[in-house]
């Protein structure tokens, strides 16, 4: 981490969990970075929070709205408003899947952004915030920035693993449902069999990703959050490069013996 953040022209800030042992890793990790759609994570447990608590239904429907369209808004916006009916669920697929920001808003509206805020602060976390809707431009020009810092945004991952906020069939549909395919630096780098429960942000000069990487026995969280960078792909390689190191480290030990020997299922001779 330190050689990856000492070549970004930029800042960097991670937090990685080993979710069987309880033990992190943690650079600049109180850092507060804007999130951009990363902040879709903490959106996602609060309409599956109310879900459980029976104040809404994943399956509501909802009539799409012309006033709801905003800039990249891929999907919501090619719906026709006043006749398509889509529902909750649908529109966090939307969300998380290809981050349309149409959809994201409409959840927004009604989960309400207070409550999101409350369930955070309910976990301790006292830096991540959000603020503003999607493609609300004067809101992050006056500051308004949807925040989190990576130690609070893995702490929120962890206690959605453990079930804090809900749990059961709920918790196995958010995962899933996080675990949509999608382009990130995190998903790029984790074999195709591993599921990537995560979700990445990209703003001018900030790219993250954070989510849950279910490594064979050894699933952990990991959170890298990059800011005031100079060219963005470098934000999104030194992601890569983080992800690619606690991939290989994780998949390692949970393959191996307590006494470090890596049993590989093609190599079945014993010396």
């Given amino acids: 981490m330190q050689e990856g953040d000492k070549n970004l022209d930029g800042v960097m800030g991670v937090a990685i969990l ?70 909750l669920r649908d529109l966090a697929t939307m969300m998380i899947a290809v981050s349309d920001n149409s959809a994201t808003n409409v959840l927004i509206e009604r989960v309400g952004v207070e409550n999101v805020n409350a369930t955070l602060r309910g976990l301790g976390l006292k830096n991540t915030l959000l603020r503003r809707k999607m493609m609300d431009v004067k809101a992050a020009s006056e500051g308004r920035e949807n925040i989190s810092t990576p130690r609070e945004m893995m702490v929120l991952l962890q206690a959605l693993y453990a079930g804090k906020l809900f749990n059961g069939e709920l918790k196995d549909d958010f995962f899933r449902m996080l675990a949509t395919p999608k382009q990130s630096p995190i998903r790029r780098v984790v074999p195709e069999e591993i599921v990537s429960a995560d979700k990445p942000g990209e703003l001018e000069a900030i790219r993250n990703d954070s989510g849950i990487v279910f490594a064979q026995n050894r699933p952990f969280v990991i959170c890298v959050m990059t800011g005031y960078l100079r060219r963005e792909p470098d934000g999104e390689a030194a992601i890569a490069k983080v992800a690619t190191a606690a991939y290989e480290y994780f998949d390692r030990i949970g393959r191996a013996t307590e006494y470090g020997r890596v049993v590989s299922t093609k190599n079945s001779a014993t010396p």
């Fill in 18 to 87: 080993d979710l069987s042992s309880g033990q992190a890793i943690l650079w600049h990790a109180d850092e507060v970075f804007a999130q951009a759609s990363s902040i879709k994570i903490a959106l996602l447990a609060e309409l599956y929070r109310q879900a459980a608590q029976g104040k809404l239904k994943l399956t509501e429907s909802y009539t799409v709205r012309k006033s709801d369209m905003v800039q990249d808004g891929d999907i919501y916006n090619g719906l026709t408003p006043g006749v398509t009916q889509v529902t």
